[in-house]
Every structure is written in structure tokens, then in C-alpha cells.
């Protein structure tokens, strides 16, 4: 799509704050128009009618979404749902997020591909998302879906201080702290900017439902050495030896469409890289 008029949601939020800078031209979306998910929406998407519409908002946070039901339902289903008609109104192309939280009841090995294992979310967060999946495809089968891993970035915008991989791992280390990870346990974890930096090819994409991050070949025992690693550091890690769950996706169907993550070791280089920032002790 050439110089589509994209429309972002969630402006303020993790991934929506790097969006807007990715796209400075981008409509953003009033905090107070997204959080009421009514006419008003509707008739702002009418008037700006936009070719893209990318819906960064929601409730993110799965103890917040536990606690809080009807606003999860409000902000995970009834929002994306609401875009998603009033996509079709205007014509344009939803892009939604969602996430790696809808296998959290998977008990297959992995990795999961979209066509071969069927969903099984373990908490609140990620039965709303799923549900936003098939009801947003129900009415828009053009919409793109995104199961977007754990992602992370260096502190920069208003949300900088929630916790991620990345930070949580140096906090750890600096402040000698013990830090346990599952050798039982697998998934990708994605460099924020590498998710913004891909959108323009996901505006192409046929609609549908697609895993999209970093690949990660190895358990999570693993995955925090090779980052302690990068950051030129021996620190101890333990071996919780658990599995709580497994959120391991495979990302063919998108790398058919031509885009392609760094594993997601090599996103933590890139990452620290970018920052100038690869040693802690
Ligand atoms: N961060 C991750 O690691 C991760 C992993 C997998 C999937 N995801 C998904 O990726 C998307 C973006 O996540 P994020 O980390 O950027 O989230 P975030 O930092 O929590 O920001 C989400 C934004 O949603 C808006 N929002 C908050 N409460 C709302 C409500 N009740 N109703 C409507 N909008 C509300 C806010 O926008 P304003 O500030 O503009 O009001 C907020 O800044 C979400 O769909 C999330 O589920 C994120």
C-alpha cells in the first residue's frame, strides 16, 4: 500500500508510542475517544477516514485483566471489535494486536503454528484476546491479527518503567538479585522496535491471524544466559526447572510473507547495540 492514512490507537502505550514516532504523520486517536469505545469513535474514523487503522490499545497487563473483567472485556474484545466494524464502514485495513498469551494452556511441545494448534489461553487476558481474534475476523476477514511475543526496549517514553526482559534482567544483576529461569520452558521475546519497524509489510498482509516476533530456539534458561551474555556479564542464573507455560511460536506463515525477525538473541544485540550500551559489569 503507498502512503497509506494510518490511524493509531493507544498512542501513549508501549507500542503505540514507538508507532507514532515510526509514523509521525499517523493520526492518533484521543486517549478519552479509545477508552470509551463508542459513537464517538466510530464518527472520528468516519470523518479522518483512514486506509489503516492500528490498534495498539488495550489492557495489557494480565494480573490488571484478572482483577478486572469487564474492563478487559471492554478494552480486549469490545474495542477491536467496535474498530473493526467501523473499518468496514470506511474501507480500511484493521491491524490489531494480539498476543502469545492465547497457547498459554498449550500442553503440545511446541513450536506452535498458527494452523496447527488450537489456542488454548490460561487466564483472563488471553481468552479476551483470542475472542477479539474470531470476532474481529468474523466481521472483517481482511483484518490482520498480530500474536505479538513479550517485547522490550530501552527506558524512553511515558510507560518506560513497566517492567520487560531486557530491564528486568539488568535490574536483577545490578541490584544482585536472583534470577530463576526454566530450563522446561520456551518462547520468543521481540525488540519493540523491530515490531514497529515491520508494520509497513503487515499493512499487505492477507487478513488473518499471524504469530509475530522472534523465534527462539532455546528455554528460557538459555535465553537469559545468552543475554547475559551479550551484556558481557557471568551472573548466575537458576534453573526453576518448572514449565508454568509454553508460549512457543513458530513464525513461518508471516516469514511467507517476507518478514523476518532476528532470532531473538540476536535482538538483544541489536537492541543493546542500538543503545551503545552491551556491558553492565
Ligand atoms: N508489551 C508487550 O510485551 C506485549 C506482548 C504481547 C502483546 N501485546 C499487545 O500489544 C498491544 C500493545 O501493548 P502495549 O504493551 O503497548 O500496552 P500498554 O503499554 O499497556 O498500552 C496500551 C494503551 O492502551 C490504552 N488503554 C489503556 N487502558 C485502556 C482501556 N481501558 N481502554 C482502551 N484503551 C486503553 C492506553 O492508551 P493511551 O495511553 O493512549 O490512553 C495505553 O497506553 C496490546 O494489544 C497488547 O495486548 C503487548
Known amino acids: 500500500m503507498k502512503n497509506p492514512t494510518i490511524m493509531i490507537t493507544g498512542t501513549h502505550g508501549f507500542v503505540g508510542a514507538r508507532a507514532v514516532q515510526h509514523y509521525p504523520d499517523a493520526i492518533c486517536v484521543p486517549s478519552e475517544l479509545v477508552r470509551a469505545a463508542g459513537e464517538a469513535l466510530t464518527d472520528f474514523i468516519k470523518v479522518h477516514n483512514p486506509d489503516i487503522i492500528l490498534n495498539a490499545a488495550a489492557i495489557s497487563d494480565i494480573g490488571v485483566c484478572e482483577k478486572n473483567p469487564e474492563a478487559s472485556y471492554a478494552a480486549n474484545v469490545k474495542l477491536p471489535v467496535l474498530l473493526a466494524d467501523a473499518a468496514n464502514c470506511v474501507n480500511a485495513k484493521l491491524i490489531s494486536f494480539s498476543s502469545d498469551q492465547v497457547y498459554t494452556g498449550c500442553t503440545e511441545e511446541g513450536p506452535y503454528r498458527e494452523s496447527d494448534v488450537l489456542p488454548t489461553p ?3 487476558y488471553a481468552r479476551h484476546k483470542l475472542e477479539a481474534e474470531e470476532r ?13 511475543t513479550w517485547m522490550y526496549d530501552m527506558p524512553m517514553y511515558a510507560h518506560a518503567n513497566r517492567g520487560n526482559f531486557l530491564l528486568n534482567t539488568i535490574g536483577a544483576v545490578l541490584q544482585g538479585k536472583e534470577l ?11 525488540y519493540v522496535r523491530q515490531v514497529v519497524e515491520q508494520l509497513d509489510r503487515v499493512f499487505d498482509l492477507p487478513g488473518g491471524v499471524y ?7 532455546l528455554h528460557m534458561l538459555e ?11 557471568a551472573y548466575r542464573v537458576q534453573d526453576t526447572e518448572r514449565r508454568r507455560h509454553n508460549l512457543w511460536m ?18 538483544f544485540r ?3 547495540n542500538d543503545y551503545g550500551y552491551n556491558m553492565i559489569v
Not at 475476523?137 to 505479538?148: E, F, H, T
Not at 530463576?180 to 521481540?190: K, L, M, N
Not at 513458530?250 to 535482538?267: A, E, L, V
Open 223 to 233: 535465553t537469559v544466559q545468552s543475554l547475559l551474555h551479550a551484556l558481557g556479564t
Open 122 to 124: 490460561a487466564n483472563l
Open 211 to 217: 504469530n509475530y516476533g522472534s523465534e527462539n530456539s
Open 136 to 148: 474481529v475476523l468474523a466481521i472483517s476477514p481482511d483484518a490482520v491479527l498480530l500474536r505479538a
Open 250 to 267: 513458530d513464525c513461518s506463515k508471516i516469514k511467507q510473507q517476507g518478514i523476518y525477525f532476528d532470532t531473538t538473541t540476536d535482538g
Open 180 to 190: 530463576c529461569f526454566s530450563s522446561e520452558e520456551y518462547r520468543g521475546i521481540t
Open 270 to 272: 541489536r537492541c543493546l
